[in-house]
T-cell receptor, first 113, second 113 residues
Framework: DAKTTQPPSMDCAEGRAANLPCNHSTISGNEYVYWYRQIHSQGPQYIIHGLKNNETNEMASLIITEDRKSSTLILPHATLRDTAVYYCIVRVAGGGSNYKLTFGKGTLLTVNP | NAGVTQTPKFQVLKTGQSMTLQCAQDMNHEYMSWYRQDPGMGLRLIHYSVGAGITDQGEVPNGYNVSRSTTEDFPLRLLSAAPSQTSVYFC????????????FGPGTRLTVL
């Protein structure tokens, strides 16, 4: 799986958009970008994933650059409950031998009132 | 649906004791896995299963055994606990065909004295 690089921490004001960057310059053509988050003391939670097109769901938007070497997770209106560690993971989708999620250290997002 | 459940939530063991961490899911997911999370580190895969009767090792399997006799349950056994196994343990599950979204349980905090 491709290695990812994320800033260790970020701050965001409540109600503003939170933009979390991730670099994955060695990503392969068949690897997807996944985002998970982990609120303190809880299990990780899936947020969104994408291959090369921008994706949006009820939680967030994922913007992937055209060369696919970096991406940004956008929380459009951050709330205090969005304070968590956010993990960017790159892996091949589907089954076979590719079930493993490789978690790095992620980005601690702190949403301030 | 209860999702992924784990018991117990907390456990203290003495070195050399054995115990089983329970994990169950009610989503009929084929894939289940166990991770451990140590302070300041990401999650590391211990064992995984792609269906009843099928298990395989992850990146840190030593000291742990698993079995998968039913689709719903995936217990993790510590045969002879060591202080190095002090950690938070998370169980996860996902389903065919894409396995994109893995659902995590709330975790078990284990301390080995």
């Amino acid at each position: 799986d491709a290695k990812t690089t994320q800033p260790p921490s970020m701050d965001c004001a409540e109600g503003r958009a939170a933009n979390l960057p991730c670099n994955h310059s060695t990503i392969s053509g068949n690897e997807y970008v996944y985002w998970y988050r982990q609120i303190h003391s809880q299990g990780p939670q899936y947020i969104i994933h994408g291959l090369k097109n921008n994706e949006t769901n009820e939680m967030a938007s994922l913007i992937i650059t055209e060369d696919r070497k970096s991406s940004t997770l956008i929380l459009p209106h951050a709330t205090l409950r969005d304070t968590a560690v956010y993990y960017c993971i790159v892996r091949v989708a589907g089954g076979g031998s590719n079930y493993k999620l490789t978690f790095g250290k992620g980005t601690l997002l702190t949403v301030n009132p | 649906n209860a999702g992924v459940t784990q018991t117990p939530k907390f456990q203290v063991l003495k070195t050399g004791q054995s115990m089983t961490l329970q994990c169950a899911q009610d989503m009929n997911h084929e894939y289940m896995s166990w991770y451990r999370q140590d302070p300041g580190m990401g999650l590391r895969l211990i064992h995984y299963s792609v269906g009843a009767g099928i298990t395989d090792q992850g990146e840190v399997p030593n000291g742990y055994n698993v079995s998968r006799s039913t689709t719903e349950d995936f217990p993790l056994r510590l045969l002879s606990a060591a202080p190095s196994q002090t950690s938070v343990y998370f169980c996860a599950s996902s389903s065919f065909p894409s396995y994109n979204e893995q659902f995590f349980g709330p975790g078990t905090r284990l301390t080995v004295l």
